[in-house]
């Protein structure tokens, strides 16, 4: 198993397209200077899906629920060491790193363990993170959702939504950054340099970068996500939300070698006028963001309505 030594850059990127690229240092005051345009961009398609069910105030918020999409990016501050180590890991998950059955582990901490008895090296840094990370801000937004419906003080009400409203804008971050292929795989940042490489794919470390946050910025709009969104409202997944992250994640794997090959054979270049399948593969994979979000989204306030246990908190 394939021991992988992620840089800053590669595990606190941000997704569907958007990260740091730079290697500059952190502002002091205002965090990393990391790129937010594609996760923005996801948050609002998302938002634009929001059901007429769903309470006022969260659909009111959708500006703020946009601005939180990037905010663990701006936690990236090297000289805050603990900030910035506590949730590194949680951008990413390796999956040629992952044993057999280690996903079905019911928390980080036994997933953790199982990655351990697998011999890695360092675990959290070799594998990651993601799909716990997305699961407990879902599972949070569920909580949310039942004390809210449970509370009858109007001021306590209000507190309870501050922290719906919250914890639901910074999970759209790792859902967002999961539709990004670069974050699934060892090939983060250009093809792995210690793993065959018959296609001839890029090794480039300034890939990842270059494709969600400098292509995206140069050549995509609102107007390309809402191509790739359904209309109605979104897809339900109350009561099997683990499963549907999973899948959410595997099928952005599936397409590691797709943005590889795009890549090679026509180019995400932000300073020459985009392809149109390289346009079109970056929207979709944005779009497939917005889409589990406004589904986990929708699903969070349905499960709330079940009691814990009963089909409830993502089982």
């Known amino acids: 198993m394939k021991s992988m030594r992620r840089t800053a850059l590669g595990g606190a990127c941000f997704v569907a397209l958007l990260l740091t690229g730079s290697s500059a240092p952190s502002d002091p005051v205002s965090g990393p200077p990391w790129g937010y345009v594609g996760h923005q961009m996801a948050a609002r398609a998302a938002t634009a899906t929001l059901p007429g069910e769903m309470p006022a105030f969260f659909r009111d918020a959708g ?7 990037p905010e663990p990016d701006r936690w990236r501050v090297r000289a805050r060491r603990e900030m910035d180590q506590a949730f590194q890991y949680d951008h990413y998950i390796d999956l040629e790193n992952v ?24 675990p959290e840094r070799d594998a990651g993170f993601l799909p716990y990370r997305i699961m407990e801000l879902y ?28 914890d639901a804008g910074i999970l759209g971050h790792y859902v967002t950054d999961a ?3 670069h ?5 983060f940042n250009g093809w792995d340099r210690d793993t065959p490489n018959p296609e001839g794919y890029t090794r480039d470390n300034g890939f990842h970068a270059r494709f969600e946050r400098y292509f995206v910025e140069a050549h995509l709009t609102d107007a390309d996500l809402a191509r790739h969104m359904p209309a109605g409202e979104p897809a339900s997944v109350s009561g099997g939300a683990r499963e549907a992250v999973r899948r959410h994640i595997l099928e952005s794997h599936a397409e590691v070698e797709t943005l590889y090959r795009l890549d090679r054979d ?28 406004a589904s986990l989204w929708w699903s969070a306030w349905l499960e709330s309505a079940s009691p814990p246990g009963l089909g409830g908190a993502g089982g």
């Open 266 to 293: 026509v180019g995400f270049d932000p300073e020459t006028p985009a392809d149109p399948a390289a346009r079109a593969f970056a929207a979709e994979r944005l779009a497939a963001g917005a889409r589990m979000l």
């Open 99 to 122: 044993p057999d059955g280690a996903l079905d582990a019911p928390d980080r901490f036994t997933y953790l363990r199982l990655l351990y008895e697998a011999g890695l090296e360092r």
């Open 139 to 166: 599972q949070r937004t569920v909580n949310g959702w039942r004390m809210w419906s449970a509370e009858t003080d109007p001021e306590r009400r209000e507190w309870i939504e501050e922290r719906i409203v919250n």
């Open 183 to 187: 974050h699934t795989t060892i090939h």
């Open 179 to 181: 539709s990004q292929p």
């Open 63 to 69: 500006p703020q629920l946009v601005y939180l999409n």
